[in-house]
């Protein structure tokens, strides 16, 4: 499946290393936010959630922060491997959920 | 659970055919979504249902697409006539809420020549 796009932001770690993703909101009032990954061929997978009276939630090996000040929202992956390249996307829901348009992470072996 | 199940995984059609695209949610998930990816516009919603009804079909593009969730397990996205600005992969998710928890199908590549 062509997730990538052309005009995808993308960014390359090296094996190992920790990842940072950031992500924009545009809704004040969305109050859930969600991040995805999607492998090449395959639909977006479930990574990680947060509500809005939360600014740091941590999972195995993913951490997302949020910041309702500036409206941003960041994945981080600790100890990045080869099968965290993807793309991901971050988003936002007040009622429907709305898709970001997605960063590419590549990870250098 | 098989997740939710799409079919076909890829269409190949030529300009003013109808496609139909269709999907079979999770048992149990009260909503079923559909969206179109594209590199140009990322991921759009086009329409939801919630317990088969659609609630909200604002990002349908035009008349030429529709959407029936006929039963449960069960809904199809048809194009009529296609278009080549319609080629795109084309993703069922079902949820038990509106506002998250989805799971996406693998989706449908579709190409109209």
């Known amino acids: 499946g062509e997730s990538v796009g052309l005009h995808l932001p993308t960014l390359s770690v090296q094996e190992g290393d920790n990842s940072i993703i950031n992500c924009a909101y545009s809704?004040?009032?969305?109050?859930?936010f969600i991040w995805y990954k999607q492998e090449s061929g395959k639909g977006p997978q479930f990574i990680i959630d947060i509500r809005s009276n939360m600014d740091k939630r941590q999972g195995q090996r993913v951490t997302v922060l949020l910041n309702k000040t500036v409206k941003h929202l960041s994945l981080q992956i600790a100890a990045t491997q080869p099968g965290d390249s993807a793309v991901y996307f971050c988003?936002?829901?007040?009622?429907?959920?709305?898709f970001g348009p997605g960063t590419s992470l590549s990870v250098i072996p | 659970d098989a997740g939710v199940i799409q079919s076909p995984r890829h269409e190949v059609t030529e300009m003013g055919q109808e496609v139909t695209l269709r999907c079979k949610p999770i048992?149990?998930?009260?909503?079923l979504f559909w969206y179109r990816q594209t590199m140009m516009r990322g991921l759009e919603l086009l329409i939801y249902?919630?317990?088969?009804?659609?609630?909200?079909d604002s990002g349908m593009p035009e008349d030429r697409f529709s959407a029936k969730m006929p039963n449960a397990s069960f809904s199809t996205l048809k194009i009529q006539p296609s278009e080549p600005r319609d080629s795109a992969v084309y993703f069922c998710?079902?949820?038990?809420?509106?506002?998250?928890?989805?799971?996406f199908g693998s989706g449908t590549r579709l190409t109209v020549v």
């Open positions: 988003a936002e829901s007040r009622d429907k959920v709305i």
């Open positions: 809704n004040s009032a969305s109050d859930y």
């Open positions: 048992s149990g998930h009260d909503y």
């Open positions: 249902f919630n317990n088969n009804v659609p609630i909200d």
């Open positions: 998710a079902s949820s038990l809420r509106l506002g998250g928890g989805y799971t």
